[in-house]
């Protein structure tokens, strides 16, 4: 994974509304080629893209000259209608993982809530385990909320629990404001996003949304950075 690609030079054209598809696969794919380290691109959600014929080609191209030292990554709900895909399977430069291969095992579970709570008896993660299936989203879920029943993707125990406990801290307009404003932020200080909203309390904003709704993670303490 990477953090210092130069995307922005991407931009850089005399004439970007004379750019083609075809012209950007050509121009990323020169500067992944001219990086002297290998690298992972992660693509999430890929099947929002539907089955656009223009975009699934285009995607279908960059995926075939991807430079060898480069590994892209597709997170998707349904199998990416690619035309080389069963190319890719056949000679093995591409592999299939489903939901249940991704799901947790009953000892990563463990491992899981140790690194969360401390040392945590296995009978606690067989139980988390079982409420769960494994399912990464639901073990952290439960982990705020160990009352429920049940949490398993999909299902409407998730569903309730995500709308009702996990995002109800964040229900307020100015706290939806505050998460809207600085979405394209990598890091949070509670400084700037009160210099950004011009408001006071964006500290207590972060604080709540980082003690009870697990979407957050604190990176920093002396300051504190989000």
């Known amino acids: 994974v990477f953090s210092d690609f130069p995307m922005p030079s991407l931009l850089q054209s005399p004439s970007p509304s004379n750019w083609t598809a075809d012209s950007l696969i050509v121009k990323l794919v020169n500067q992944l080629s001219d990086r002297k380290s290998g690298l992972i691109l992660v693509w ?42 069963e190319r890719l399977l056949a ?54 909320n160990p009352d429920q029943q049940s949490i398993t993707p999909g299902s409407e125990d998730a569903l309730r629990y ?34 950004l909203l011009d408001i006071q309390d964006s500290e207590a904003i972060l604080k709540e949304a980082y003690s009870r709704t697990g979407f957050l993670s604190r990176v920093g303490v002396e300051p504190v950075v989000y």
Request: charged share 15%; glycine share 4%; proline share 7%.
């Open 44 to 85: 999430d959600d890929f099947h929002h893209l539907g089955n656009n014929p223009e975009i699934i080609a285009a995607v279908d191209q960059f995926i075939t000259h991807l430079p060898d030292d480069c590994t892209l990554v597709l997170g998707s709900r349904t199998i990416p209608n690619l035309p080389s895909l």
């Open 162 to 195: 995500f709308a009702n406990s996990a995002l109800a801290p964040i229900a307020q307009p100015q706290h939806q404001s505050l998460f809207k404003a600085t979405s394209v932020l990598t890091y949070l200080k509670p400084q700037q996003c009160n210099a």
């Open 91 to 144: 000679y093995r430069d591409a592999s299939l993982l489903s939901s249940q291969e991704l799901s947790l095992t009953e000892a990563e579970t463990l491992l899981l809530l140790n690194a969360i709570r401390g040392e945590v008896p296995p009978a606690l993660a067989r139980q988390f385990h079982e409420k769960t299936t494994g399912w990464l989203g639901g073990v952290l879920a439960l982990e705020m």
